[in-house]
């Protein structure tokens, strides 16, 4: 019996486990000119943990979302941007 | 004859006025078209700071069609990321010859770039010059300023607003001044020139990196 409830229970939170995604918030500093920052988000869109990139200016954040049960290293990130030629500030996890 | 040689290669040399460096690993590829001058130009940026590139121009006299190449280093000197703006000073220093029935003649090309910008303002400011070896034959100075008359979201269509001081000495000849307003149009990673100076002389710009 105890078997079966923990089965049940088992499955039940499967299906929320399986589809568990996390995004990433980064702050960068000199990201004026749309043209210009075109190099952050091809950078991180070429990484294969990446499902989604956006940039917002007027803030001067990067937003990451990656796929199912992926991310990437801080440092990668930080390398990216400073790649690209911008200030890397700092970056934030979160789950979706 | 080695004067007339770069009096000519003078009359059309008009340098890009794009970003010398780019992002990491990328190419740009730039182009300035003017009634009677052509320049196109190549820069990959081995790192954000630094970026080889490879410039060809082009002079239209008629049926003649004159031209000169040069290889450049592009180097970025100094950058500060603000939380409000960007501002850059740029080095170019290059080399190559121009051709006139087989004749060569070996140039040297040097720029200084300054410029400064945030999401509705944009100053630039820079020094070029050309030299053989015997002289230099090309004194060139260019300030831009720029407005945005509205601000686009990332993935918008973006225009800009720039008005343009020019002033050119060659050789031994009185210096040339030319006022220029331009439109400036980029989506993504396109960018779009179009201006008509004073003089009457239509200017036609294009930078694609990727």
């Given amino acids: 019996?105890?078997?079966?409830?923990?089965a049940f229970v088992w499955l039940f939170c499967l299906p929320f486990t399986a589809y568990s995604r996390t995004k990433s918030t980064v702050k960068v500093k000199g990201m004026v000119c749309?043209?210009?920052a075109q190099g952050v988000k091809k950078g991180l869109s070429k990484r294969p943990e990446v499902s989604r990139v956006s940039v917002d200016l007027d803030q001067m954040l990067v937003h990451i979302e990656y796929k199912d049960g992926k991310t990437l290293p801080e440092q990668t990130v930080?390398?990216?941007?400073?790649?690209?030629?911008?200030?890397y500030v700092g970056l934030n996890h979160e789950k979706l | 004859m080695n004067r007339l040689?770069?009096?000519?290669?003078?009359?059309?040399?008009?340098?890009?006025?794009?970003?010398?460096?780019?992002?990491?690993?990328?190419?740009?590829?730039?182009?300035?078209?003017?009634s009677k001058r052509d320049h196109y130009q190549v820069n990959y940026s081995h790192e954000y700071y630094l970026a080889t590139g490879a410039?060809?121009?082009?002079?239209?006299?008629?049926?003649?069609?004159r031209r000169a190449g040069f290889l450049s280093s592009n180097f970025l000197l100094f950058r500060e990321n603000s939380?409000?703006?960007?501002?850059?000073?740029?080095g170019i220093i290059g080399a190559g010859s121009s051709e006139l029935s087989g004749e060569k003649e070996t140039a040297g090309l040097y720029r200084i770039q300054a410029d400064i910008e945030d999401r509705k303002y944009y100053f630039l400011i820079n020094?070029?010059?050309?030299?053989t070896k015997k002289q230099r034959e090309l004194d060139q100075r260019t300030i831009r300023l720029g407005t945005a008359?509205?601000?686009?979201?990332?993935?918008?269509?973006?225009?800009?607003?720039i008005a343009e001081w020019q002033e050119s000495r060659r050789f031994a000849s009185k210096p040339r001044t030319e006022f220029t307003p331009i439109l400036r149009l980029f989506y993504q990673n396109v960018l779009l020139e179009i201006g008509r100076s004073v003089s009457g002389d239509m200017k036609f710009n294009t930078i694609i990196h990727f």
């Fill in chain 2, 55 to 65: 410039h060809l121009y082009q002079d239209r006299e008629g049926d003649d069609m």
């Fill in chain 2, 5 to 34: 040689l770069v009096l000519w290669l003078l009359t059309f040399i008009e340098i890009s006025l794009a970003h010398p460096t780019s992002f990491k690993g990328s190419t740009g590829l730039m182009s300035q078209t003017t």
């Fill in chain 1, 1 to 6: 019996m105890f078997l079966k409830i923990m």
């Fill in chain 1, 78 to 87: 930080k390398t990216i941007i400073e790649s690209s030629g911008f200030a």
């Fill in chain 2, 83 to 90: 939380q409000r703006f960007q501002a850059n000073l740029y």
């Fill in chain 2, 149 to 161: 008359p509205y601000v686009g979201n990332f993935e918008d269509l973006h225009m800009w607003l």
């Fill in chain 2, 127 to 131: 020094q070029t010059g050309i030299s």
């Fill in chain 1, 34 to 36: 749309a043209f210009c």
